[in-house]
């Protein structure tokens, strides 16, 4: 019995000693993201600077899985860009893509949905609710990481085509499809999200 209870306790406190050591090897996310200063490019919770998207609501539209492919070589995924390969472990790659993975706020499209009548209302607090301008600008508000808007419905669009809400449908929903290899995200909007969010961008003349 006292045997039993001497084990017990040994098996105890090398279990508390291997967590203590667990957390000392694992830097944090926050750790990680002040040492490869990444608030130097990009916005979290109103910090940092607007050279890069807005990180608040990256895992609304990033997978895990993608974020981690992202960070550990991001020219491999898009060619000239900005943003350095760090020298970054696989656990860093881990602790990194867990903490902005969970970087998410609920949308509640179907509320929006039924809250306005107007579609162009209704597309405007959804662009809003996803935070569109993350990337994008219109007029003075947003970031360039993807086109301006402003002119979006009156211009030729990033494939070339002329600007038609068909072709915008198309695009929401799986961007994709129209452009292999394009940095704009999926966002898995419903088919009424993307009708209300067309309504808008048609405004944008
Ligand atoms: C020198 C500027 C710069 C630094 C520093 C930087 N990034 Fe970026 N990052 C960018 C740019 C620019 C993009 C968008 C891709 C593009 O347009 O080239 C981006 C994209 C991203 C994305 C995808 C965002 C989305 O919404 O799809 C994530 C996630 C990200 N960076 C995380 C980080 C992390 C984590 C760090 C620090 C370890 C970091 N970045 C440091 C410039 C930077
Ligand atoms: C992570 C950054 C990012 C976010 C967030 C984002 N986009 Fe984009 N978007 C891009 C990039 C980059 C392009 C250009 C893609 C290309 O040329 O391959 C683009 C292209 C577009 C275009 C085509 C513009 C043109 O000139 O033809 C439209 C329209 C658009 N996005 C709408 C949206 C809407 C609506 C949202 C929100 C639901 C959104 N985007 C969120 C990055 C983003």
């Known amino acids: 019995m006292k045997q039993a209870f001497r084990t017990l306790l040994l098996m105890t406190a090398a279990c508390l000693l291997a967590m203590g050591a667990g957390s000392a090897a694992a830097p944090s996310a926050q750790a990680l993201m002040q040492k490869h200063a990444c ?49 970054l472990t696989p656990q860093d790659l881990d602790v990194l893509a867990t903490y902005l993975a969970s970087l998410r706020q ?20 959804l662009f809003d609710a996803y935070q569109c301008l993350a990337c994008h600008r219109i007029g003075r508000v947003g970031r360039f990481v993807g086109p301006d808007l402003e002119h979006l419905a009156s211009r030729r669009t990033v494939t070339g085509a002329r600007w038609s809400a068909a072709w915008e449908e198309r695009w929401l929903a799986d961007p994709q499809a129209v452009k292999p290899g394009t940095f704009m995200p999926t966002f898995g909007l419903s088919p009424a999200e993307i009708r209300a969010v067309v309504s808008y961008l048609a405004t944008l003349k």
């Open 39 to 87: 608030l130097s490019c990009h916005t979290l919770h109103g910090q940092g600077q607007a050279a890069a998207p807005v990180l608040d609501m990256v895992g609304n539209r990033r997978s895990h899985a993608w974020i981690r492919r992202w960070l550990a070589d991001p020219p491999a995924l898009k060619p000239g860009t900005l943003m350095p390969k760090f020298p």
């Open 106 to 125: 609920p949308v509640d499209g179907a509320r929006i949905l039924a809250s306005r009548r107007d579609p162009v209302q209704t597309g405007r607090a």
